[in-house]
């Protein structure tokens, strides 16, 4: 049972660019997310999927688009990356129920030259 | 709007010692309230909840409080130690139709001085 886990650990692009974030869970949960983590700033929401199918814009979501490939898989992917989007992006889930822990990915670590 | 304020930013205690962390929330509709710690070079994760219906929460040397009317919540950690030193982050939360709405802190460094 691995969690969630992210790949890859670190990346590197220049301005213009595009990658897609990989991130898949084995814990048979409904909902998932995308956050990106800067210095001083906590966690902030680019994009969440309450189910399977189903996607909706958090507080940060200009500049990425996500999919939620099955039930395990939840992709975002930066169609031109930018200076400002250099950040630590942590993915999570939750069981889907009104109270439930947000169990994080390891963080994809990207640095946009 | 809604924000979730943490303080302070950086706590240096001595081993031993106790730690409090504080937040204020803005959402009145908020109903979950969560702390992250998160580990140099690891993803955040949860140490102890309170819901809105509970005024305290403890668990060993963790403890979390809740004052819904003031929107404060605040984390204690008592008889600290070395491996406490990480950077913790509140959140608040609400059910939200079709997913869940959740504001974290800017978050806590923390270190314990052996």
């Known amino acids: 049972n691995a969690g969630v886990t992210q790949t890859p650990k670190f990346q590197v692009l220049k301005t213009g660019q595009s990658m897609t974030l990989q991130c898949a869970q084995d814990m048979n949960h409904n909902s998932m997310y995308w956050y990106r983590q800067d210095p001083g700033m906590g966690l902030r929401l680019i994009y969440y999927?309450?189910?399977?199918?189903?996607?909706d814009k958090g507080e940060v979501p200009n500049g990425y688009n996500v999919s939620r490939l099955n039930k395990r898989e939840f992709s975002l992917r930066l169609e031109s990356a930018a200076p400002s989007q250099t950040s630590v992006y942590f993915c999570a889930s939750t069981g889907g129920s009104t109270y439930n822990e947000q169990f994080f990915g390891p963080g994809t670590r990207l640095t946009v030259l | 709007g809604e924000n979730v304020e943490q303080h302070p930013s950086t706590l240096s205690v001595q081993e031993g010692d106790s730690a409090v962390i504080k937040c204020t929330y803005s959402d009145s509709a908020s109903n979950y309230f969560p702390w992250y710690k998160q580990e140099l070079g690891k993803g955040p994760q949860l140490i102890i909840d309170?819901?809105?219906?509970?005024g305290e929460k403890k668990d060993q040397r963790i403890a979390v409080t809740l004052n819904k009317t003031a929107k404060h919540f605040s984390l204690h950690i008592t008889e600290t130690q070395p491996e406490d030193s990480a950077v913790y982050f509140c959140a608040a939360s609400s059910g939200h139709t079709g997913g869940f709405k959740t504001i974290f802190g800017a978050g806590t460094r923390l270190f314990v001085k052996a």
């Open positions: 999927s309450a189910s399977e199918g189903t996607t």
């Open positions: 309170i819901r809105s219906n509970v």
